[in-house]
């Protein structure tokens, strides 16, 4: 799918050449291992990065320059996977071919080594008054998150099941460790992620391969670094506190629960898992959305979703208060239910058809190309869409059923109003 080279030592261009697009995109993702402390100042560090460098000091001004390449988009992010940290950092611009007059993409990778290698700084360090103001933003993201009562619930019961883990560090940092991110530490946060991070760099779009390559080399000067040690599995074996009732002002009660399973991503049983998810709750021919929502009338919405890099499955729903010891029997035995076996056809084929679709959907952009392949990658097969769909087509009931009979619950979580 993606054609490799070695820039440097742990610094990998990814190519796609491709007649699918119009436009050229780039990723470029700097990683390293998480800590709330690291996700903190990475994360300000992207919103400094996103706004301003040495040449175009004013984000309006960095803007009116973007616009002015036929509308190129730049920015960057940061996200999490497993036990590592990601600063990313996205382009897409249109392809010279489709303009009478163009060097846009010359001026693209011009404005990529000016934005990661000639940040706006001042006495040696990022800008006091822009440092202070995109932590503030951040802050204001990381708060956002109590407004949220969904995603706040699904926080808290993280914190419960896997403290001071990487399932429970937001990829934002914390509170406490980005108020105390300063202009320096920043600055040797960004000294760092350029020297330190392994590097994987993508290009998806139709052009000249040699060419893209040299020319990266020329605007994405990286030299060897050392890298770290990938964990496979990250396992914890804390007591976890089953059940936890927390009250806000708020109406609709959240209930989220918890499980673990043996199974992560790239075990040889992924693929069963994935099926398992589908047809416990991961669609809406589920067993949960048709029978806790549908026949029950018991939530508003009820899911599941499988966390894979940490062998974990939550259930999250939003369920009247008065409905939360129903709801959970109902949501217990749709999983007793897959466990003994009683999995439909349909319920069965369905699952496989949302997986593929959802696949080739992803692969329809390049973004999703990127993203895909990028996730896939470091397992020991190279990536197709046939060699999913044949995995997925050839999940049994059985196997599903052995998938389910796996499972452990591990905690509770019910959010609920106070006059509840």
């Known amino acids: ?5 070695q820039l440097a030592k742990n610094v990998s261009l990814h190519i796609r050449q491709t007649t699918q697009f119009k436009t050229v995109n780039f990723s470029i993702k700097w990683r390293k291992p998480l800590t709330a402390q690291d996700a903190a100042e990475r994360t300000v560090l992207s919103n400094v990065l996103q706004h301003s460098n040495e040449k175009y000091k004013t984000s309006a001004v960095y803007r009116s320059y ?7 988009v730049l920015y960057f992010d940061t996200s999490k996977r497993g036990n590592e940290h990601t600063v990313l950092m996205n382009v897409e611009t249109v392809n010279d071919q489709y303009l ?3 060097n846009v993409l010359n001026e693209v990778l011009a404005l990529l080594h000016t934005a ?10 990022f800008v006091p008054a822009i440092v202070e103001r995109e932590k503030e933003m951040v802050l204001q993201r990381i708060h956002s998150i109590f407004d ?4 706040l619930a699904q926080q808290r019961l993280t914190q419960i099941m896997r403290p001071n883990h990487p399932a429970s560090i937001s990829a934002n940092g914390t509170l406490d460790t980005v108020a105390a991110v300063t202009p320096t530490s920043l600055m040797e946060a960004y000294q760092s992620m350029l020297a330190n991070d392994v590097i994987d760099i993508y290009v998806v779009g139709d052009i000249d391969e040699k060419e893209i390559i040299e020319k990266l080399r020329a605007a994405l000067p990286f030299g060897d ?3 770290f040690a990938k964990q496979e599995k990250i396992i914890s074996e804390e007591p976890v506190q089953e059940y936890t009732k927390e009250q806000q002002e708020m109406k609709q009660g959240k209930l989220h629960i918890g499980y673990s399973t043996p199974v992560y991503f790239g075990d ?5 898992m994935q099926i398992f998810n589908g047809v416990f709750g991961g669609y809406a021919h589920s067993k949960l959305f048709m029978n806790v929502r549908e026949r029950e009338s018991l939530a508003y919405y009820a899911s599941s979703s499988y966390a894979s890099h940490y062998g974990l499955v939550f259930v999250i729903s939003g369920i009247e208060p008065v409905n939360e010891k129903k709801a959970i029997d109902v949501i217990d035995e749709q999983l007793v239910s897959i466990q003994n076996g009683e999995i439909s056809d349909l319920e069965l084929t369905q699952t496989k058809a949302m997986l593929i679709n959802q696949l080739k959907e992803a692969l329809d952009s390049p973004r999703g190309q990127i993203e895909i392949y990028d996730q896939y990658k470091d397992l020991d097969e190279e990536f197709s869409i046939a060699t999913w769909t044949a995995r997925w087509q050839n999940v049994t009931k059985e196997d599903v059923q052995k998938m389910a009979s796996q499972i452990k619950r591990e905690a509770i979580y019910f959010l609920c109003g106070k006059e509840d």
């Open 66 to 72: 973007l616009d002015d390449l036929f509308g190129t």
């Open 148 to 151: 949220d009562k969904s995603r």
């Open 100 to 102: 009478a007059h163009g």
């Open 225 to 227: 670094r050392q890298g």
């Open 268 to 272: 040889a049983d992924f693929s069963k």
């Open 116 to 125: 990661i290698f000639k940040p706006n700084v001042e006495n040696g360090v």
């Open 1 to 5: 799918m993606f054609s490799t080279t």
